[in-house]
């Protein structure tokens, strides 16, 4: 009887190992999510100071200098800081970026009067202190010092400090400075390599599984190939960035941190991917259907490519799909092909130097700034939903085509 | 008149020989009725094939010459100059000066005759090449055309070419290998000139800074990567003991004992660990995992807990292979046939000795390939260990202390702006050289495991 009971208890045991693990490995998931979406959620909001602009005569937007006029308007605000150390403070609270915005409306206003609060960009210590990720600890707040929180508690006395919609994050170029960072120039980089990789990627993968699986004789060339491309799918990624550095750059003399570059490594990375994802497409394709064809008199070629391949297209499709999510996410190839540099321009071509939105993640998550904390979560959050958007339409794909036989 | 403006006349005759030579054949098959052997598609593909193809061979040859005379040429303007690298560099600097505005003239007597002359010469050449492609394509167009007949086997011709085509894409992915080596091993055989092979392989000191100074008489000892080599094991030893049972015991339990529902449910989620960017992993250890560590260490009063320690960047790197293991080894325990446990369990033995005592050691040689693979992800992975381990080559054992990976180093030493032909640049080409050929041989072994033992019960 014990034996029995301890084998039952031993089978007790052997259960709850598996149950924890699963249960750790999905814990560990919602840890990592959790955090990342809790971090980033407050960067599509950031801080807005309102200041009350008052111009009486009609604007000509041509004759104001915005950064002495804001200023101006600034001390208007406050009489009572006279110094330049007082002055230097109030104008510390605001980003550079509130003067382009000044600037703006001017322009928008012009040859009317104005006379109303309006609000503008606060700097990235501001907008840390306003959103709570760092408390005031005795007289100063993270790198707010006393005297620029005696100034933004007036401020926030009159209730002038707001959170607004962060119009910078999706729409803006990278910048040092946090509060104008955005991500628009990452993903147009992102999108010019993605593109370069699916165009050389997908034909010479599809060509490859069709001659590999259809055409190939059984020989010792087919069987070189294929070992080659299922070790080539196990290469590590950096690996593929020295091929691109040594090739593309040194031999070929391609531009450095182009999109071009970085697409074509990223194609030759994913290749394998897709010739093995395309290989078992072809392979689930029943033989009657081929058969039928050449019975009807098509020839191989024909048969190939008017049955087989609209009927393994769904499955080559989705391992496409998979595989391209993958390059999306990859950041260590680029770093070797120069893809890091700090570019502020959009790109407008895959010739124009660039960064990817893996890289641009790294470079935030590599800045002291503590306001990148929150921008790096929120470029990740942005990088996450996409993957899982071509997840799904993989998903989807797959059961929406895919035939059973 | 431009390159793309050739490449597009090109593409247009040849279209327009598609367009043509169908026409003819249809018109041939009009009055032949059904005697014509290819259908008129094919004679208008294999005409357009014939049109283009002498074009793009000829422009390809063209592009590779032109560049070798011109250089030889621009390099009799910079004679005076003895070593072959500056000379080059004045060659670029020519080329640039005329092909990019933004580019600044060089401080040389030649350098503006050198200019006006490859100028002139590009010209001319420019000229030449589109004559020369333009009526080569109109010959082809031409001889194309005339091949048409009603017995011509166009389509047997043009079949074989596409299959040429497949053929030549399926040898492509052989040259990514080969590129990989050749690109790997030239550079590393250019290290090996500076620095012995064996001060690399077994030195114990790595800073690969302290070679560009030119009075360090000794350099060839800071080259010496087993720092490195052991940095890398330790952390993915690490990495593989926070993988290893989660992701083992997740397939049991997922193959074995979970209901449908459940499996339908957890397997999608632990997937989704796979799918997640290496980088957001490294993110995910410097503000999360690193933090939680350090307060652990101080709680524990651990000595010389660093925050670049082995510990964090090796089970962060241990989450992301959690479902390389699981799912390769779900694998490998359910292709166990179900005769075998259905038998143990028949003899009374319960799931777990069922599982332990047979499924295992039936599944035991594609669960060691699954952890093999997994160990090569770990010792690849780059983005993880460079954001949250450290530059610092230490050599230990301690998982408390910062150590540094293959390839982080890689990373460190190629990112940034360094030239080309110093041994600190070229030693992240060795070091890269024998990260490629351990993970290589990982997966030509586990793949070899799991390939013969999937066998075994086909």
Known sequence: ?405 | MSIEFILLTIIGLSAYSFYISKKKAAAISAINGAEIHSQPYYHGMYAAFLTISPALVLLIVWSFIEDTIITMRLRDYFSDITEPSIANFYIEGVINFVDDVNSKAMDHVNFFTATEYYKSTMHLNLLLKSIVLVMLTIIALRYSFKLISADFKARDLFEDVVIKVMNIASIFAIFITIGIVLSLLFETLRFFESVPVQDFLFGTHWSPQMSIREDQVGSSGSFGAVPVFTGTILISIIAMSVAGPIGLFSAIYLSQYASNRVRSFAKPIIEVLAGIPTVVYGFFAVITVGPFFREMGIFFDIEGFSSESALIAGSVLGIMIIPFIASLTDDALSAVPRSLKEGSLAMGATLSETTTRVIIPASFHGIVGSFLLAFSRAIGETMIVVMAAGFAANLTANPFDAVTTVTVQIVGLLTGDQEFDSAKTLSAFALAFVLFFLTLILNVISLSIVKKYREQYE
């Open chain 1, 1 to 405: 009887m014990n034996n029995i009971l301890s084998r039952n208890n031993a089978e007790k045991r052997f259960k709850v190992y598996g149950v924890l693990a699963v249960s750790t490995a999905i814990i560990l998931l919602g840890i990592l999510l959790f955090k990342i979406f809790s971090t980033g959620i407050s960067a599509f909001n950031q801080s807005y100071i309102g200041v009350k602009i008052e111009i009486n005569n009609s604007i000509n937007s041509s004759e104001i200098d915005p950064r002495t006029e804001l200023r101006q308007q600034l001390r208007n605000m406050f009489p009572e800081l006279t110094t330049r150390a007082e002055k230097r403070t109030l104008y510390s609270l605001f980003s550079s970026g509130a003067t382009y915005e000044f600037e703006d409306l001017l322009k928008t206003n012009e040859g009317k009067t104005i006379n109303d609060y309006y609000y503008f960009l606060a700097s990235d210590d501001v907008d840390m202190y306003v959103k709570g990720t760092v408390k005031r600890e005795g007289d100063s707040a993270g790198r707010l010092m006393s005297d620029q929180l005696k100034i933004l508690d007036q401020f926030e006395e009159q209730n002038l400090v707001e959170l607004h919609i962060n119009k910078y994050l999706l729409a803006g170029a990278d910048s040092r400075e946090p509060e104008m960072a955005g991500i628009k120039g990452a993903i147009y980089g992102t999108f010019y390599a993605i593109l370069i990789a699916f165009i050389t990627s997908f034909p010479l993968g599809v060509l490859t599984a069709i001659y590999l699986e259809k055409l190939a004789k059984k020989n010792r060339i087919s069987d070189i190939i294929e070992t080659n491309i299922n070790n080539l799918a196990a290469v590590p990624s950096i690996v593929f960035g020295l091929l691109g550095l040594a090739i593309f750059l040194n031999f070929f003399n391609l531009p450095r941190s182009a999109p071009l570059v970085g697409g074509l490594t990223l194609g030759l990375m994913t290749l394998p991917t897709i010739v093995i994802a395309a290989r078992s497409a072809i392979k689930s394709v029943p033989p009657s259907i081929e058969e039928a064809a050449i019975g009807l008199g098509s020839s191989k070629v024909q048969t190939i490519f008017n049955f087989t391949l609209p009927l393994a297209m769904p499955g080559i499709l989705t391992g496409t799909i998979i595989g391209i999510a993958q390059a999306i996410g990859e950041t260590a190839p680029l770093l070797m092909i120069g893809m890091v540099a700090f570019v502020v321009d959009i790109p407008g071509g895959p010739m124009d130097p660039a960064t990817a939105l893996p890289v641009q993640i790294y470079l935030w998550a590599d800045s002291p700034e503590r306001a990148f904390v929150e921008r790096t979560s929120a470029a990740i959050m942005v990088l996450l939903i996409f993957l899982f958007l071509l997840n799904i339409t993989a998903v989807y794909l797959r059961k929406k085509l895919e035939k059973k036989w």
